[in-house]
């Protein structure tokens, strides 16, 4: 008995789940059919005109439109084309007061439709627009939502490469802004006026990654437009790029710097190794011009002077200095050597001189009547030197210099150049770099 009474409560209970199943269905499709009829009713033919342009609120002849936009991503940013690539979901809101229907009790919230040319919509066009697509996997990503009231929701999913006119006097260290512009292409503001939604009309996504450059903020404003034939709305959004330094400081300056370090190993080298110096100055030279070149092609040919130009400028004068500096070394070491050859000859010709004095000398001493004249002639080698001993003494006494004294170490022209150079270099460069970030770091912190 227990056990028929279980069978007999599963039972029922399983044709209560059937009943309420089908009850549901049936309301759900009681539902669609609503729907239906709704769109029969304010979107069947003879009823509605997409061609109209909807009257504005309280009936007035101005149409009012609200956008608001979703930022999914920024692809790349492009110096040398300038421009830049960005997907987006678009959206705009407007009032059709023909489009209002019953919403069965608020059970209704809205209809949706996938064709866009079912409504009105209203004619904006991005003026920047390089290039531009929809986006149509799996199904064309776009909707309209209609709402009991009449208000009408345009959403749509695009990718745009937009124009970004970019001064890059500060670059690498600059900051860019891009702009995104919307305008109304037939309408004038008497019929048609664009607003941004109040609220929040931009939203970025989260975590937004660039490769080298940072989104710091974005701002919205207008910008509407007068021509020959009216003034049209305009709507438009201001990204501000800040560049990341650390790429260009690893990739460009770190081995410019390297490269003119390398230059200064030739004061280091023997004045007398030649092929060393040439080979190592030729080569640094060679790879600065290289370095410079494959900066410059990737970017624009631009008429104003970058700060990257004023860099690699400055490190390729230093490493082809560094290369004049042998030569000039090298033209002083053959100096050095002609003069000693003819300081060796001179004191050769003075000792023969000498030698010569002392055997008519030692002549006049063997002579019996011979006497010693009182006054030296003014060729005798003994007389000039004991006359230029006397000038020497009665020359005022030098104050002592340091640079002199220290450069005196050293014997020849040519190595106190090299000396010299491996002093003056260095600090020539630290000074330049001393300005150049000072410079350039203190601009770009007044520009923003």
């Known amino acids: 008995m227990i056990m028929g009474t279980g069978h007999c409560f599963w039972a029922i209970f399983y044709f209560a789940c059937l009943c309420s ?5 049936n309301a759900n499709i009681n539902f669609r059919e609503r729907e239906k009829k709704v769109l029969d009713q304010i979107l069947g033919i003879g009823k509605y005109d997409a061609r109209i342009r909807p009257s504005g609120i309280n009936g007035t002849a101005r149409t009012v439109v609200s956008v608001n936009m979703f930022l999914r991503s920024i692809s790349k940013i492009d110096d040398y084309k300038m421009e830049y690539s960005v997907q987006l979901t678009f959206r705009e809101q407007w009032l059709d007061e023909r489009l209002k229907f019953n919403d069965v009790g608020g059970r209704l919230k809205y209809l949706t439709l996938t064709e866009a040319n079912r409504v009105w919509m209203p004619d904006l066009f991005f003026s920047n627009e390089k290039e531009g697509h929809f986006h149509n996997i799996i199904m064309p990503n776009v909707y309209i939502r209609i709402f009991p009231f009449g208000s009408v929701l345009y959403s749509i999913r695009i990718s745009l490469t937009l124009a970004c006119p970019m001064n890059l006097k500060l670059y690498p260290l600059d900051r860019q802004v891009c702009s995104l512009r919307m305008a109304s292409y037939g309408w004038t503001t008497d019929d048609l006026v664009f607003l941004w939604k109040e609220g929040d009309p931009v939203q970025v996504v989260k975590n937004l990654h660039l490769p080298r450059f940072t989104l710091e903020k974005f701002l919205t404003d207008y910008c509407n437009s007068k021509t020959n034939t009216g003034e049209y709305s305009c709507l438009k959004v201001d990204l501000l790029f800040k560049r990341e330094f650390s790429y260009y400081l690893i990739q460009i300056y770190i081995p410019c710097c390297m490269l ?5 190993v030739s004061f280091w080298l023997d004045q007398g190794a030649v092929p060393a110096r040439v080979s190592l100055g030729v080569t640094t030279l060679l790879t600065m011009a290289t370095q410079t070149s494959g900066i410059n092609a990737s970017l624009p040919p631009v008429s104003y002077t970058k700060a990257i130009d004023v860099w690699t400028g400055v490190c390729l004068t230093f490493v082809f200095g560094a290369l004049l500096e042998f030569a000039l070394v090298n033209y002083a070491s053959r100096s050095d050597l002609h003069r000693e050859n003819m300081k060796k000859k001179r004191r050769e010709l003075e000792q023969a001189s000498l030698d010569a004095a002392s055997d008519l000398l030692d002549t006049d001493s063997n002579a019996t009547f011979a006497m010693k004249p009182l006054v030296r002639h003014p060729g ?12 020497v003494h009665m020359q005022p006494p030098k104050r002592p210099n340091c640079c002199r004294s220290w450069l005196s170490k050293f014997p020849t022209r040519s190595k106190r150049i090299d000396v010299i150079s491996r002093i003056t270099f260095p600090l020539v460069f630290a000074l330049f770099n001393l300005v150049y970030w000072s410079t350039y770091l203190f601009r770009e912190e007044e520009e923003t």
């Open 380 to 391: 005798d080698p003994l007389a000039l030197e004991k006359l230029r001993q006397c000038e």
């Open 260 to 264: 003119v370090i390398v230059s200064w």
């Open 21 to 25: 199943a089908s009850l549901a269905n």
